[in-house]
């Protein structure tokens, strides 16, 4: 993955609305992914994982979808409140080869209106 | 909940100088990483750290950087002779089996000037 600059995907939505933000991972080996928020000013932060032996994973008001065909993941976020407003990124991480080693997509600026 | 704590929360210095980044990861973590992210970029790995020595690194991680865990509470970065290009956000981050259940600190914002 190379620097893409400053200009992010970006998806507005309404509160209450769905949510779904999309990545493309890069390395057809990698076996487990997250997906993390990130808040202005500060570090990401887990909000739900899965492994490659899964197509869907469900959490609280969210929902990760696996499609190793065409290497895409999505996250999905039930009845979007305005405090989701944050750059969301996808992770990779290639258990063969590496020691925690995360590759990180390039994020997604979520903006939810009240 | 445990948390990975990061110091300082702000660092300016001046281009040459070295830094000193300071992280203390979860106690029971035994697997450490630094990533930074440069200013509205992802975030991208920096180093991996496991028993006491780097696991793996990437093409960033040149010699003017290094990691430490003095004792058994810090880890720490230091940039010998900062660039320009190094401003950035740099997060800690731990993980007690290296695979999953990674924690990200706060982050340091380093200003090279």
């Known amino acids: 993955g190379e620097n893409v600059g400053l200009h992010l995907p970006t998806l507005s939505v309404q509160e209450g609305d769905n949510s779904i933000i999309n990545c493309a991972y890069s390395?057809?080996?990698?076996?487990?992914f997250i997906w993390y928020k990130q808040e202005s000013g500060k570090g990401p932060q887990f909000i739900i994982d899965?492994?490659?032996?899964?197509d869907k994973r469900q959490g609280q008001r969210v929902t990760v979808l696996l499609n190793k065909t065409v290497k895409h993941l999505s996250l999905q976020i039930a009845a979007t409140q305005p405090g989701d407003s944050a750059v969301y990124f996808c992770?990779?991480?290639?258990?063969?080869?590496?020691?925690?080693?995360?590759?990180f997509g390039q994020g997604t600026i979520l903006t939810v209106h009240p | 909940e445990p948390e990975v704590t990061q110091t300082p929360s702000h660092q300016v210095t001046q281009m040459g100088q070295e830094v000193i980044l300071r992280c203390v990861p979860i106690?029971?973590?035994?697997?450490f990483y630094w990533y930074r992210q440069i200013l509205g970029q992802k975030v991208e790995f920096l180093v991996s750290?496991?028993?006491?020595?780097?696991?793996?690194k990437s093409e960033i991680f040149d010699d003017q950087f290094s990691v430490e865990r003095p004792d058994g509470s810090n880890f720490t970065l230091k940039i010998r002779s900062t660039k320009l290009e190094d401003s950035a956000m740099y997060f800690c981050?731990?993980?007690?089996?290296?695979?999953?259940?990674?924690?990200f600190g706060s982050g340091t914002r380093l200003t090279v000037v």
């Open positions: 390395n057809s080996a990698s076996d487990y």
């Open positions: 981050a731990s993980s007690e089996t290296g695979v999953g259940g990674y924690t």
């Open positions: 750290f496991y028993n006491n020595e780097i696991s793996e």
């Open positions: 992770a990779e991480y290639d258990g063969g080869t590496s020691y925690g080693k995360l590759t």
């Open positions: 899965i492994r490659s032996n899964m």
């Open positions: 106690s029971n973590h035994l697997y």
